[in-house]
C-alpha cells in the first residue's frame, strides 16, 4: 500500500493557535490553543492581542501536536500552513513559523486556503478509524457550505482543488451575527454554543424575525438586517427599564437562531433546485457544531426527496478553526505536487477567496 503524507500543519488565521499532525486524510493530533478568554473583553477578535498570543503559543502547540502524534520532525514529509483568509497579523506568525521549521528541516511546505480546509473538513477521519484508499470516494459535485465566525458560503466542490463559490454574505457572517446580538443580550463571546443551549429551553415561535433577501433572485446571504432587527426588538421588550426575564432571553434565542437557520435552508432548497448535480452536502465552520443547523439542513435535504447526505466533521474540534483540516487540504496538495516553490515569495493573503 502507497504510504500516505504525514504532515505537520499550522492555523493562526484568526484567534486559535492550531497545529496538527496529518497521515493522509487521518488526524493524528489535532492541538488548538483557544484565544477565547482574551478577547472576551472585546466582543471579538482584536488583531494585535492576537497576534502576541500566537507568538507565545505557537511552539507549545507544535512540540503538543508532535507529542501527541508520536512523531519526530525528521519522520515528517511536509510542512503545511493557512496562507489565508484571515488576519493578516495572525496569518503571519504561523506563515514565519512554517518557512522557519521548512527551511531549518529542509522539508517542503504547502500553502492551504483556510476556507477549503473548512470546506474538506468532513474528509479527516479519526485515527482509529480504519478505511482503505479503495473505500475513500473523493467528493465530486458536492455542495459544501461553510458556515463561521468569518464566513457563510455556499461553494461547489465540482472535484478536490476545483470549486465554485456559488453565494455568499454580503455583509455578516452567520457566526458574527450570532456573537454580536448574542453581545446585545450579555451572553459573553463566542455566543453561538451559548445561543444554541438557550434555544433548547425557548420558544422559536414566540418572537417575530424577517427572512431576508428572499427577492434577490441569487444564492447570497445577509445577516445585518436580522442583527438590527434584534437590537430594535430587545429595546421594545426593555422599553420600561426591565431586563429581559430568563424566559424572555431563551424564546428571543431560540426565535432568533430559528431565523438564521431558516435563512440558510432557504437559500440551499434554492442551490438545490438549481443544481441537480449535486450529490451531496458537506457543512464545516465553527457554526457547524449547532445540533440544531444540522437537523434544520437535514430536513431541508429530505424535502429535496434527492437522497442527499448531510456530511459533517467527525468531531466539534473540526468544525471551528483547526489544524487538522489544513493538514486534510495539504494532503491533497502534496499529493498533486503543488508545493511552495520560493519560501521567500510566500506571503499571507488576508482576502484569499476560495475560487
Ligand atoms: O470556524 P470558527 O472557529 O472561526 C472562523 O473561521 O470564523 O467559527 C467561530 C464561530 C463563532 O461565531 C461562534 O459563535 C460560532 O462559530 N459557533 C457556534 C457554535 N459553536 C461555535 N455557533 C452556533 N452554535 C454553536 N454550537
Ligand atoms: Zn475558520
Known amino acids: ?76 514529509d511536509a510542512i503545511a500552513v493557512t496562507q489565508g483568509p484571515g488576519l493578516a497579523p495572525a496569518l503571519e506568525v504561523g506563515i514565519t513559523k512554517a518557512k522557519e521549521l521548512a527551511r531549518e528541516f529542509k522539508k517542503p511546505l504547502v500553502a492551504v486556503n483556510h476556507i477549503e480546509a473548512h470546506v474538506l473538513s468532513p474528509l479527516a477521519i479519526r485515527n482509529s478509524q480504519v478505511i482503505s484508499a479503495e473505500s475513500f470516494h473523493p467528493p465530486m459535485n458536492v455542495l459544501s457550505l461553510v458556515i463561521s465566525g468569518g464566513h457563510s458560503e455556499f461553494i461547489l466542490i465540482k472535484e478536490v482543488g476545483s470549486y465554485q463559490r456559488l453565494g455568499w454574505t454580503i455583509d455578516d457572517a452567520a457566526g458574527e451575527c450570532l456573537d454580536k446580538v448574542g453581545r446585545m443580550l450579555d451572553l459573553g463571546y463566542p455566543a453561538g454554543p451559548v445561543i444554541e443551549q438557550f434555544a433548547k429551553k425557548g420558544d422559536a415561535k414566540a418572537y417575530q424575525f424577517p427572512l431576508p433577501m428572499t427577492l434577490s433572485g441569487d444564492y447570497n446571504l445577509s445577516f445585518s438586517g436580522m442583527k438590527t432587527h434584534s437590537r430594535n426588538l430587545i ?120 475560487s
Open 235 to 354: 429595546e421594545k421588550l426593555t422599553a420600561d427599564g426591565h431586563a429581559l426575564t430568563a424566559q424572555e432571553t431563551y424564546d428571543f434565542c431560540a426565535s432568533f437562531q430559528r431565523a438564521v437557520f431558516r435563512h440558510l435552508t432557504y437559500k440551499l432548497e434554492k442551490v438545490l433546485l438549481d443544481h441537480p448535480e449535486i450529490t451531496a452536502v458537506y457543512l464545516g465552520g465553527g457554526v457547524a457544531a449547532n445540533r440544531q443547523l444540522r437537523k434544520a439542513l437535514r430536513e431541508t435535504l429530505k424535502k429535496s426527496g434527492r437522497g442527499l447526505r448531510l456530511h459533517v466533521p467527525y468531531s466539534n474540534r473540526l468544525c471551528g478553526d483547526n489544524a487538522a483540516m489544513i493538514g486534510v487540504v495539504a494532503h491533497f496538495k502534496f499529493q498533486r505536487g503543488e508545493t511552495v516553490k520560493d519560501l521567500d515569495q510566500l506571503d499571507r493573503q488576508p482576502r484569499w477567496a476560495i
Open 1 to 76: 500500500m502507497k504510504k500516505l503524507p504525514l504532515i505537520l500543519a499550522l492555523d493562526t488565521s484568526c484567534d486559535e493557535t492550531a497545529a496538527a499532525v496529518t497521515n493522509g486524510t487521518t488526524v493524528l493530533s489535532n492541538v488548538i490553543a483557544s484565544q477565547a478568554e482574551l478577547h472576551r473583553p472585546y466582543g471579538g477578535v482584536f488583531p494585535t492581542i492576537a497576534k502576541q498570543a500566537h507568538k507565545e503559543n505557537i511552539d507549545r502547540t507544535i512540540a503538543l501536536a508532535m507529542k501527541r502524534a508520536r512523531i519526530t520532525i525528521d519522520q515528517l
